[in-house]
């Protein structure tokens, strides 16, 4: 091991960004990342997959020395005086943090159009979107400048690219991993995620950011299985759903056909696949777009002008506070903040957020009923269409419905990866694995089954 993979991703960083088409897929470099390199090959005791690895990291998650700006023009600049835990247990491993990734400002997005710091490109079709909140992430694995990225996840911000780029993205169970240093969008629903070129890369980093953190409340003290050493196990009798409800009539026919034929490779493995039902999906985006709303109303309350990011001089108290958020947020971010600020206030309260979480509970119901009855893992696609072009969604309820097949696995907080299966039109096509809370094992065995059965991708 030594720092040739460092300096080769830099290499490549470099040719993503030349010229007038460069991808847009990184926001900051770490420039003592070589260094880092040869200082971890030469450590003792240190080993393992990560060993000197460069991983990208999406720009909400908290670094020392290299910003944090969440894609928005209100963090312009702003280096964190702590970093995440995420990011102190991959440089435990070994890895080195070598870029953060452009991402959709604060998270709230599907196509990475969002960032104040401008578009990023797919890495095989540049005149289309990447997918998002996590599209910087997902491009970099996709376009081999990183085996291994992190990113985040809020209703399918790491899966959804992960299926536009053709990469590997795992959300895991809700309390898995470590929050802590993760700028908050919705806190119910926030997690890090991971993106692989390749299950066994995606195991390999899950393993390493998982488990108990006392600085993280909601983090479960729950034993850590092998996550790599799991996915190698058999997929004979595994039984797995098919959720009626994930299969549309109006459901893109080439990504139907990705599906069937990776449902035919299950049973050809020996899995058995049985139809099921989850009667409260059609609710999934209403109730995520009155959750997730209502929590970032709260959450970016704090970026005000007075304690970090950008300030906006004004004059009086309440004028600063208006026109360094109206200066510092963008379009997506003011709607979101706006409508949540809107179902938590007086008259609205009950009307909409405490009625969008007794939906979520049922949604939530809907999956440990299906686990309960002796399925081990669901099988349904990732997306309801592949990348599309660049400006082509205008309407923000067309783009929230990208979300319509990852949402309730954060609304029910279980875990899911989404891992390619071909290609349509040229375009990949990702297939999405949930499994029941804290059953990422049983989760990856069936992923690495697919990966392997279908060529998905190269190691």
């Given at each position: ?134 599209g910087g992430s997902a491009a970099a694995v996709a376009a081999g400048m990183v085996r291994i990225a992190l990113g985040s996840e809020t209703g399918g911000s790491v899966r959804q690219p992960a299926a536009f780029c053709g990469v590997v993205g795992v959300k895991p169970t809700y309390g898995r991993v470590s929050r802590y240093g993760l700028v908050a969008f919705a806190s119910s629903l926030d997690q890090v995620g991971v ?265």
């Amino acid at each position: 091991m030594s720092a040739d993979a460092v300096r080769a991703a830099f290499a490549r960083a470099r040719e993503m960004k030349a010229g007038p088409d460069g991808l847009n897929i990184v926001l900051a470099e770490n420039s003592d990342a070589e260094r880092e390199a040869g200082a971890m090959t030469a450590a003792e005791g240190l080993g393992g997959p990560l060993l000197a690895q460069p991983i990208a990291v999406k720009d909400n998650i908290a670094t020392l020395d290299i910003p944090t700006t969440c894609g928005s023009r209100i963090l312009e600049g702003y280096v964190s005086p702590y970093e995440a835990t995420v990011i102190a247990r991959l440089r435990a491993a070994g890895a080195v943090i070598a870029f953060k990734t452009n991402m959709d400002e604060f998270a709230m997005g599907s196509s990475t159009e969002n960032s104040a710091f401008g578009t990023v490109h797919h890495p095989l079709d540049p005149s289309r979107v990447p997918g998002g909140s996590s599209g910087g992430s997902a491009a970099a694995v996709a376009a081999g400048m990183v085996r291994i990225a992190l990113g985040s996840e809020t209703g399918g911000s790491v899966r959804q690219p992960a299926a536009f780029c053709g990469v590997v993205g795992v959300k895991p169970t809700y309390g898995r991993v470590s929050r802590y240093g993760l700028v908050a969008f919705a806190s119910s629903l926030d997690q890090v995620g991971v993106l692989g070129r390749t299950v066994d890369d995606a195991a390999a980093a899950l393993g390493v950011i998982a488990g108990r953190d006392p600085l993280d409340s909601t983090s479960v003290d729950i034993p850590v299985p092998d996550y790599r050493a799991a996915s190698r196990r058999s997929v004979r009798g595994l039984v797995i759903g098919r959720p009626r409800e994930y299969f549309p009539e109006r459901l893109d026919p080439g990504i139907r056909a990705r599906c069937d034929a990776a449902i035919d490779a299950f049973r050809s493995a020996g899995a058995i696949v049985r139809d099921v039902s989850l009667p409260h999906t059609d609710y999934a985006v209403p109730v995520y777009y009155i959750i997730a709303p209502a929590e970032a109303s709260s959450n970016l309350a704090r970026f005000d002008g007075v304690r970090y990011g950008l300030r906006v001089t004004g004059s009086g108290l309440s004028a600063m506070y208006d026109a360094t958020r109206s200066r510092g947020f963008g379009p997506e971010v003011t709607r979101r903040i706006l409508l949540g600020t809107y179902v938590l206030s007086a008259g609205y309260y009950d009307a909409y957020y405490r009625r969008a979480q007794r939906v979520r509970a049922l949604i939530e119901q809907d999956f440990r009923s299906v686990f309960a009855s002796g399925v081990d893992v669901l099988f349904t696609p990732t997306t309801p269409t592949t990348a599309f072009k660049i400006g082509a969604v205008s309407d923000p309820y067309e783009m929230y419905l990208n979300d319509i097949f990852t949402a309730t696995a954060n609304l029910a907080g279980v875990p899911a990866v989404s891992v390619p299966i071909g290609s349509s039109q040229g375009l990949p096509v990702g297939g999405q694995l949930i499994a029941p809370h804290f059953g990422e094992a049983t989760m990856f065995a069936a992923a690495y089954a697919l990966e392997g059965s279908l060529g998905s991708a190269s190691a």
